[in-house]
């Protein structure tokens, strides 16, 4: 409705009139103005609507127990394991990722970075010549 609105007002500014044919409505007149308000106005109560029965609706599916989104791919099992092993430093984020069959970033999404000990690099012996 603010874009409609504004647009009819540029318009009459530029001493320019709309003129909607399917409609029949005629900006330079008075009745024509009047009637272009009033659909901008059942516009925006469409809209409003629209947005109510949406959220009416994902709230009653949410009191039945339904989850938006995607399912995980990675199920709960698979998801600990992988942490285990790239908290362990058993495995690479890539290798989990193969072993798994799922993307790299996938494995990155699950990891728990609150609980992730911070990566050190292995130490190595060094041999003295």
Known sequence: ????????????????GLHVIEQGIDTVTME???MFGMLSVFAELQRELIVANTNDGLASARARGRVGGRRPRLTADQSALAQR?????EKTVQQIADMSGVPRSMVYGHLNKAKTVPRQPK???VTKP
Not at 1 to 7: A, F, G, I, N, S
């Open 85 to 89: 092993l790239y908290d362990e430093r």
């Open 123 to 125: 130490k190595t012996k």
């Open 32 to 34: 024509g103005r009047a």
């Open 1 to 16: 409705m603010p874009h409609l609105v504004t647009l009819g007002a540029e318009l009459r500014e530029r001493g320019t």
